[in-house]
């Protein structure tokens, strides 16, 4: 894998790349950045032209016009701008929390261009309006703890309240956001940014009552131990999607493509070139984690 | 241990830091940062206040306007501009490689502030000029690749080209070199700074080998038997030279002791801070 820095829709915007062929944009979620899928861009670019971009405000993309309130319509214009720029047309998008509604709202604004999605462990997407502000409110609390004192430990400890096993958490990313964290402004941009996620006026970006609106095929994985989301909530997105697959992860909590890469990678690549995959809700729970090889 | 980012002489700059109390400043090599002293901050901060900051267009410090020239006068100003900032009087420094040559320049101005030196694996302080420029040349072969292309995998043969046992590379220094190599600038400084180096001539009233006799503080040296850059027997004569100075060998080990055998390395550097006896670790090269 490697970086480019490039200026995108007037923001200098960092971007991790690798591999050819059919393009697959990965997209981090709230407070972190696109360090976070280091265990999956090589191995999916064997099949894969992969992009996992820093989003709006994060990681070491700027934050452009965006001033405060809903981060959204920010975010996803600086996406499309990236895949632009980048040569992508038709691709596929991989949303983790709140990136997953992002590859939503993506997809909602450019249709014919997004070929497929996978959703990872989304509470934005799928959450009632209640849930996600609890979430959210959750979620913005571990992150400033982390955040007002980015030492290694802190940093540490935020992601270990939401991995199912700690041990799990690669240090490279932890030292990333050392530095990350450390930067002038970086506190003050996420307070703006989950306080707009946490605006009445974000209430026009929720996409869990117009799940039914997807038109591809979409897969979601989620971690069966991840507190910042709801199984059931993910099966009634799912049923009410047309083409879609739903993946539990046992062992797991709101991180699976870090938490358990080996298999987040399979059924990634599984699902992208049309092979069977075996749905929780036929299956039972967690059947196709099962059947494929552990690390 | 956390990182900081401040303003010294209008340029920004990165460093790590951990623990208080007496200041121990470390001061990596050519072509890499801060990072390479991630199994030693947080150790050493339990009694020391340890400083590592990336140096003069390296890492996440800007290179200011270093554009030509031997790096080591601006580097040292940005260097101590830093520990004024941070209100560091006397200190004890540690260098690896060139950041080795580096200390003991700034020991050599800031005489009544350096109280001990700490020089690892270090050609260019104890190198002669033919021998030297070998080892320059086949650094610079190694770091360019890297810098050219700093995809995980170059960047990751890179340093295990200079590491004993290549599983022992830090893959979190690697993560951060994708991305500290491509900022704006990086790669020029790179560069700039190589040739600075091995124009031989401009830089010749930096050398230290020839003056190593002129170092009074307590010294200790760190060396790896394995150490391609730099032969051990090179660490000899330089301990030799200077009055008050003590080897320590390590075995199985290139070009990077801090990061091979990181609880020796910090135990060894406790000791010597508190002025402990050396002996156990004289005798032996590991363990």
């Known amino acids: ?207 869990a009552e117009r799940m039914h609106e997807i038109t591809v095929p979409t897969l979601l994985v989620w971690g069966l131990n991840d507190p910042r989301v709801i199984y059931g909530r993910a099966v009634e997105a799912a049923n009410q999607i047309k083409q879609s697959t739903l993946v539990g992860f046992p062992e797991c909590g709101h991180e699976p493509h870090i938490e358990h890469w080996q298999r987040f990678n399979t059924v990634a690549r599984k699902f992208l070139k049309d092979e069977q995959i075996k749905d929780d809700r036929q299956f039972g729970q967690g059947a196709e984690f099962g059947a494929i090889a552990a690390e | 241990m956390r990182a900081h980012f401040t303003t010294v002489n209008g340029i920004r700059t990165r460093y790590h830091t951990e623990g208080s109390g007496y200041p121990l400043v470390l001061i990596h090599g050519v072509g890499i940062s801060s990072e390479s002293w991630l199994r030693n901050v947080d150790e050493l901060g339990k009694d020391f206040w340890v400083i590592a900051p990336d140096c003069l267009g390296q890492g996440f410090t800007e290179p200011g306007d270093y554009k030509s020239g031997p790096p080591q006068p601006p580097t040292i100003k940005h260097l101590i501009g830093l520990l004024d900032q941070l209100g560091v009087d006397k200190f004890a420094i540690a260098g690896s490689s060139f950041g080795a040559m580096i200390s003991i320049l700034t020991c050599f101005q800031l005489p009544k502030r350096v109280e001990k030196l700490i020089l690892v694996s270090s050609g260019s302080s104890t190198l002669p000029e033919v021998e030297l420029e070998k080892s320059l040349k086949e650094s610079y072969a190694n770091g360019a690749k890297a810098y050219h292309n700093p995809t995980f995998e170059v960047c990751l043969k890179r340093l295990q080209n200079v590491f004993y046992n290549p599983d022992d590379v830090p893959r979190e220094v690697i993560l951060m070199q994708l991305t500290s190599y491509r900022l704006p600038g990086v790669l020029d400084a790179y560069e700039t700074r190589m040739k600075g180096l091995m124009d031989f001539d401009a830089v010749r009233p930096y050398r230290t080998a020839e003056r190593l006799h002129e170092i009074k503080v307590p010294t200790l040296l760190m060396w790896g038997l394995n150490d391609p850059r730099v032969i051990f027997a090179r660490a000899q004569e330089a301990a030799a030279k200077i009055e008050r100075a003590t080897l320590v060998a390590f075995d199985k080990c290139k070009h990077f002791p801090h990061m091979e055998h990181p609880a020796r390395f910090n135990r060894i550097v406790r000791k010597f801070l508190k002025g402990e006896s050396m002996e156990d670790e004289t005798r032996r090269a590991a363990e």
């Not at chain 1, 200026?7 to 971007?15: F, H, L, N, Q």
């Not at chain 1, 191995?43 to 405000?57: K, N, Q, W, Y």
């Not at chain 1, 009445?200 to 996409?207: E, I, N, S």
């Open chain 1, 1 to 207: 894998m490697r970086v480019k820095f490039a200026e995108v829709g007037g923001i200098p915007t960092r971007y991790y790349y690798e591999g050819s062929g059919a393009p697959l944009m990965l997209v981090h979620g709230a407070g972190v950045s696109g360090d976070s899928w280091l265990r999956n861009i090589d191995e999916l670019a064997r099949d894969f032209s992969i992009v996992a971009l820093d989003t709006m405000g994060h990681g070491f993309t700027g934050t452009g016009a965006y001033t405060g309130g809903p981060p959204h319509a920010y975010m996803v214009d600086h996406l499309i701008a990236l895949a632009n720029h980048v040569g992508f047309d038709k691709f596929s998008l991989a949303g983790s929390s709140f990136g997953a509604m992002l590859s939503i709202l993506t997809h909602f604004k450019i249709k014919d261009r997004v070929e497929k999605l996978i959703l990872i462990s989304s509470g934005s997407s799928t959450l009632s309006e209640e849930e996600h502000l609890k979430s959210v409110q959750n979620a913005y609390k571990n992150g400033m703890s982390a955040m007002e004192n980015p030492t290694y430990e802190n940093c540490r400890a935020r992601l270990g309240r939401i991995f199912f096993d700690p041990s799990k958490i690669p240090e490279e990313l932890l030292w990333m956001q050392v530095t990350l964290y450390a930067r002038p402004g970086v506190k003050d941009n996420y307070e703006k940014r989950m306080k707009g996620m946490m605006d009445p006026a974000a209430k026009k970006f929720r996409v």
